[in-house]
C-alpha cells in the first residue's frame, strides 16, 4: 500500500458516507487527505484510526462512495424484484379469479343453450301441430265441399 506510506493524517472527520465503515480494529476509520506531493495529493482516503500502527485497512473515499452507492442500488434493485414478485403473486390471484368466473358463464352459457334448445323444439312442436289442425279442418271443408258438389 503505497499510498498509505505516501499520505500523512488530515482532517478526521467521523462523518460522512465512510461512517458505515469499520477498520480490523473495529474502529470507525477516519477520512484523511493525501498530503505529499504528487498524482494523489488531495485525493481522500479512510483509513485505520490507529495510523501509523495501522491494521492495514485503507478505502480512498471515492471507492467507499461508489460501494456505497452499489449497495444502494442493488437494495434498490432488491425492492423493485419484491414488489414485481408481490404484483406477480397478486395477478395469478386475480387469473385464478377470472378463470374460475369464466368456468361458470361458460356453464351458464351451455345451460341456457340448452334450455334454448329445449324451447325451440316445444315451439317447433307446438306450430307442426297448429299446421296439422290446420290442414285436418282444411280437409274435412275440402271433402266437405266435393260431397255436397257430387
Not at 485505520?48 to 495501522?54: D, H, Q
Not at 437494495?75 to 414485481?84: F, P, Q, R
Not at 369464466?102 to 323444439?121: K, M, Q, S, Y
Not at 271443408?141 to 266435393?146: D, E, K
Request: with cysteine; proline share 3%.
Amino acid at each position: 500500500m503505497a499510498s498509505q506510506n505516501s499520505s500523512a493524517s488530515g482532517s478526521s472527520q467521523n462523518t460522512g458516507p465512510g461512517n458505515h465503515l469499520h477498520c480490523y480494529h473495529n474502529e470507525i476509520p477516519p477520512l484523511r487527505v493525501v498530503r505529499f506531493q504528487g498524482p494523489k495529493m488531495g485525493k481522500r482516503f479512510y483509513g485505520c484510526s490507529f495510523w501509523p500502527r495501522t491494521c492495514g485497512f485503507f478505502r480512498w473515499a471515492d471507492e467507499v462512495n461508489d460501494e456505497r452507492e452499489m449497495r444502494f442500488l442493488l437494495l434498490e434493485k432488491d425492492t423493485k424484484i419484491a414488489e414485481l414478485e408481490h404484483e406477480i403473486d397478486m395477478l395469478q390471484l386475480k387469473l385464478k379469479e377470472v378463470e374460475t368466473k369464466n368456468a361458470e358463464l361458460e356453464d351458464l352459457v351451455h345451460e341456457v343453450g340448452i334450455e334454448c334448445t329445449e324451447r325451440r323444439l316445444i315451439m317447433e312442436s307446438a306450430s307442426a301441430d297448429k299446421k296439422m289442425g290446420f290442414y285436418l279442418v282444411a280437409s274435412w271443408i275440402l271433402f266437405a265441399i266435393m260431397f255436397w258438389l257430387v
